[in-house]
């Protein structure tokens, strides 16, 4: 029998261990879970968490850590054992939490305000004015609801004796919610019949609280309805997939700053039918970067006169700007005595003791008791890691006293906290549990009543080392989901599950932004894209292997043809184009840097599918993180030719799988027509491109190279059902260009387009829309005549291959014209009032 998880496990008397009592035993809240996580099998075990890694990977949960070069899309680190807290201790957190979000948001309705904390003393001006974070332009501003804290995060840790300390206070745009609402949706599917008989409290409430909280304070103009958006930096942020996860789930458009703009005293959204109102700012990037004009000036991420309209009160920015003042940690040693001015309370939670050096007689204390304690910086602007006094000898520690003394104000000391441990997982054992130090960051939010509502749990932060004294997810720490437990029923409530009125009800989607249109209508482009390469690479591939790697005519035909749509590079003069096709031929699939490469065009169809990740479906989603997934792992490997085959024929299954999304899973609004056109428009601008090079090549005319010509354009099989003989041109023409019920014709995406396009042709003009229609009358006209009596593989040009090349060219040239004028309508918003205003 399996010895217990107990056995080796670490247990310290100098940390509060969340599992353990002071004498080994296990906590009664603890019991049926470690009895239960005693009792699995290491195989099972292994299931479970190979479940956990799969899940991360395929929602592409990820957290990215700016200038690491292993940084990017970096997935989230989740143990599955959660934290678990009982319900008595949980109501006492959550009563402390609430009161310090309300005493909070008192705070900075007086600084912003009145004043009377700086009157009275009970703040010394230095430590508010002295620092970036108080905003003068916010002075006098009054928020709808008079609501400055809207959402709110506070850091807990443990004392020694299990007391909950505050570490930090985040206000200003704070992050971890959607974390550990996924977290938790894993957890759950890792551990369903603990999750059910513990009875944990659900999360959804939580949000449910915070929509309407935010719906309630919308400043609404007679018959509005509120609209709510969630302000993002973009895909560069670290927490980026937070931002689409949550705008997915509370069900509010994601926008960068571009997508809004201010006219009057309005914000609006910039949407494809037009400008729509915007109520609510769910902001997530940082108070300065949100107004050029009145704040930082050189953010290009803000909405030019966002401020003004915040002074109007005509929309309410959740946090409001200027929240980020009392961020600040040399704040926490003033708290107590505010809470009792401002509330008439005792602060409930106390924050680790600290000590700011503005102050005489704290500067003293920190210089006498400097070995026992941490520095930090005073204001959240300033960059510099905690200072940990007992690490520090001699000539830097000296250093490090001077720099204190020289600009008290600047810093703060606070006692060094021995975080509590907690079980973790061990990934490098095949059964054990090891103990590393957490934190919990807990959150609230304003609900419809004004009142602060406190997520029951939140985001547990687990430290990467057992001595660790920070925890940072940027450091490489993981996380862990927070069990709070219920004596009563657990609540049924979701958000997946809200009733609507009729007047709610939206059917058009027409309140797109042009930023997601603009992406849909790539991402449809860079879907068709890639598979394009994919095929012209894996018949080039096919050709050389079954030629044994010699240069065969049809290989030479192939690699001239990759050559000239822009897959394989051009030539250098004087080097035979055959010469080292095997290589060229692998790194146009692999290498993400070589222009037209397969790895660059999935590469850029993720870059699009990013930007509108909250449009698409899981498995969507699921589908484009496995392609990208499969190209990096098979990079890394040097594969030969019949692997590189292989992995192309994956690769056209995932993007089939990735077409039968955007026509199964989609709704048909206008981002949808709008993608769909991106594929149309490359698929046919591909196919008339190739068949016109194809026509033109001397080396085309080599055996065997029409049948590649039906592969590359995916219609070998259709022409084997039709025609029970050899290849050649005029039914391969006619299939390929001709014939309007091929998907892979030519003509048929041009009836395609037309059927899309139709109802935007008063919104961009008729000329596009009738050169396409004009290119493709004359394409259809063309007699076929001559191809009949053509010996093509005995002749180097032909007027009639020739003549035919020249209108597949036209219809190029037709789809590229249509294609810009889609662009200057919808995205770049230039139309013929724009052209004579810049032309005045």
Same mark, same amino acid.
């Not at 070589?594 to 698409?616: C, D, F, K, N, Y």
């Given at each position: 029998m399996a010895r217990t998880l107990l056995a080796i496990y670490p247990h310290s008397g100098r940390r509060y261990d969340e599992m353990l009592m002071a004498d080994g035993n296990v906590r009664p809240h603890w019991r049926r879970f470690f009895d239960h996580l005693d009792a699995v099998s290491p195989e099972d075990m292994h299931q479970r968490l190979d479940f956990a890694d799969r899940r991360i990977l395929e929602n592409g949960v990820t957290y990215n850590v700016y200038a690491d070069p292993n940084g990017a899309d970096r997935p989230w680190v989740l143990d599955p054992v959660p934290l678990i807290?009982?319900?008595?201790?949980?109501?006492?957190?959550?009563?402390?939490?609430?009161?310090?979000?309300?005493?909070?948001?008192?705070?900075?309705?007086?600084?912003?305000?009145?004043?009377?904390?700086?009157?009275?003393?009970?703040? =010394?001006?230095?430590?508010?004015?002295?620092?970036?974070?108080?905003?003068?332009?916010?002075?006098?501003?009054?928020?709808?609801?008079?609501?400055?804290?809207?959402?709110?995060?506070?850091?807990?840790?443990?004392?020694?004796?299990?007391?909950?300390?505050?570490?930090?206070?985040?206000?200003?745009?704070?992050?971890?919610?959607?974390?550990?609402?996924?977290? $938790?949706?894993?957890?759950?599917?890792? &551990?369903?019949?603990?999750?059910?008989?513990?009875?944990?409290?659900?999360?959804? +409430?939580?949000?449910?609280?915070?929509? #309407?909280?935010?719906?309630?304070?919308?400043?609404?103009? =007679?018959?509005?309805q509120p609209h709510i958006v969630l302000l993002t930096p973009g895909p560069y942020n670290e927490t980026y997939f937070e931002h689409a996860y949550l705008a997915r789930y509370l069900g509010f458009p994601l926008v960068e700053g571009q997508d809004l703009t201010v006219r009057g005293d309005t914000v609006y959204l910039k949407t494809l039918r037009g400008l729509k109102r915007v109520h609510v700012i769910l902001r997530r990037q940082d108070d300065d970067y949100c107004d050029p004009l009145e704040l930082r000036g050189d953010s290009a991420l803000g909405i030019p006169g966002l401020l003004n309209v915040a002074r109007a009160g005509r929309v309410a920015i959740a946090n409001a700007l200027g929240s980020g003042l009392l961020a600040s940690g040399a704040l926490m040693g003033f708290l107590p005595a505010l809470c009792r001015e401002l509330l008439g309370e005792k602060l409930a939670m106390p924050s680790v003791a600290t000590w700011w050096c503005g102050e005489k007689p704290a500067l003293e204390f920190v210089k006498e008791n400097f070995d026992d304690l941490v520095i930090k910086p005073a204001y959240p602007t300033q960059r510099m890691e905690p200072v940990f006094g007992h690490e520090l000898e001699g000539e830097e520690r000296e250093e490090m006293l001077r720099r204190i003394e020289a600009r008290p104000h600047a810093y703060v000391a606070q006692e060094m906290v021995n975080l509590a441990q907690a079980p973790t997982w061990s990934?490098?054992?095949?059964?054990?549990?090891?103990? $590393?130090?957490?934190?919990?960051?807990?959150?609230?939010?304003?609900?419809?009543?004004?009142?602060? #509502?406190?997520?029951?749990?939140?985001?547990?932060?687990? @430290?990467?080392?057992?001595?660790?004294?920070?925890?940072?997810?940027?450091?490489?720490?993981?996380?862990?989901?927070?069990?709070?437990?219920?004596?009563?029923?657990?609540?049924? &409530?979701?958000?997946?599950?809200?009733? &609507?009125?009729?007047?709610?009800?939206?059917?058009?989607?027409?309140?797109?932004?042009?930023?997601?249109?603009?992406?849909?209508?790539?991402?449809? $482009?860079?879907?068709?894209?890639? +598979?394009?390469?994919?095929? !012209?690479?894996?018949?080039?591939?096919?050709?050389?292997?079954?030629?044994?790697?010699?240069?065969?005519?049809?290989?030479?035909?192939?690699?001239?043809? @990759?050559?000239? !749509?822009?897959?394989?590079?051009?030539?250098?003069?004087?080097? +035979?184009?055959?010469?080292?096709?095997?290589?060229?031929?692998?790194?146009?699939?692999?290498? =993400?840097?070589? =222009?037209?490469?397969?790895?660059?065009?999935?590469?850029?169809?993720?870059?699009?599918?990013?930007?509108?990740?909250?449009?698409?479906?899981?498995?969507?989603?699921?589908?484009?993180?496995?392609?990208?997934?499969?190209?990096?792992?098979?990079?890394?490997?040097?594969?030969?030719?019949?692997?590189?085959?292989?992995?192309? +024929?994956?690769?056209? !299954?995932?993007?089939?799988?990735?077409?039968?999304?955007?026509?199964?899973n989609m709704t048909r609004d206008d981002g949808w027509r709008f993608l769909i056109v991106g594929r149309r428009l490359e698929r046919l601008t591909f196919l008339a491109l190739a068949i016109a090079h194809f026509l033109r090549m001397p080396s085309s005319r080599a055996p065997g190279c029409l049948d590649w010509l039906l592969e590359l354009a995916d219609s070998i099989i259709t022409y084997r059902s039709r025609y029970s003989r050899q290849a050649e041109l005029l039914p391969v023409i006619d299939l390929l260009v001709f014939d309007e019920s091929n998907p892979h014709g030519v003509l048929f995406q041009v009836e395609a387009l037309g059927r899309y396009v139709e109802r935007m042709a008063e919104e961009i003009g008729s000329e596009p829309i009738e050169r396409l229609q004009r290119a493709a009358r004359r394409l259809q006209r063309f007699p076929l005549e001559p191809l009949e009596r053509l010996q093509f593989s005995q002749c180097s040009c032909s007027a009639p291959c020739e003549d035919l090349a020249l209108l597949l060219d036209d219809l190029v040239a037709a789809a590229a014209a249509l294609s810009d004028a889609l662009a200057m309508r919808y995205f770049t918003h230039v139309g013929d009032i724009s052209r004579q205003t810049m032309a005045l």
């Open positions: 807290i009982p319900p008595d201790e949980w109501a006492e957190v959550s009563s402390a939490v609430a009161q310090r979000a309300k005493l909070l948001n008192a705070i900075l309705a007086d600084l912003y305000g009145p004043q009377t904390l700086l009157a009275k003393g009970l703040l =010394p001006p230095a430590l508010v004015y002295g620092q970036h974070g108080y905003l003068w332009p916010c002075q006098g501003v009054k928020p709808p609801g008079g609501v400055w804290l809207h959402h709110y995060a506070v850091d807990l840790a443990r004392s020694p004796n299990g007391r909950w300390w505050v570490i930090a206070d985040r206000m200003q745009a704070p992050s971890g919610a959607g974390y550990a609402l996924e977290n $938790r949706l894993v957890v759950s599917r890792v &551990f369903p019949e603990m999750f059910r008989d513990l009875h944990v409290q659900h999360l959804a +409430d939580f949000f449910r609280d915070q929509q #309407s909280g935010l719906t309630a304070l919308a400043p609404l103009d =007679p018959g509005e990934r490098a054992h095949e059964r054990r549990l090891i103990a $590393r130090p957490v934190g919990l960051r807990a959150y609230a939010a304003v609900n419809a009543a004004g009142e602060y #509502s406190v997520m029951p749990g939140g985001l547990t932060r687990v @430290a990467q080392g057992a001595g660790a004294r920070i925890i940072s997810m940027q450091r490489g720490g993981a996380s862990k989901d927070t069990w709070v437990l219920t004596d009563g029923p657990v609540s049924d &409530f979701t958000l997946l599950k809200t009733s &609507f009125g009729v007047r709610d009800l939206v059917r058009s989607g027409a309140n797109l932004s042009s930023r997601v249109v603009e992406n849909l209508f790539w991402l449809g $482009r860079y879907s068709e894209r890639f +598979d394009d390469s994919a095929r !012209l690479l894996r018949v080039a591939l096919a050709r050389v292997v079954d030629a044994g790697g010699g240069k065969t005519p049809a290989v030479a035909a192939i690699l001239e043809l @990759a050559e000239r !749509l822009g897959v394989l590079p051009e030539p250098e003069e004087d080097v +035979d184009s055959g010469a080292g096709s095997e290589h060229a031929l692998l790194e146009a699939i692999y290498d =993400p840097n070589q =222009p037209g490469s397969l790895a660059g065009g999935i590469r850029s169809l993720m870059w699009s599918a990013t930007h509108v990740r909250e449009r698409l479906s899981l498995d969507h989603w699921h589908s484009l993180n496995s392609l990208q997934r499969e190209q990096q792992a098979a990079q890394k490997k040097h594969p030969t030719l019949t692997e590189a085959i292989a992995f192309l +024929d994956r690769v056209l !299954l995932v993007s089939a799988s990735l077409n039968g999304f955007a026509m199964d």
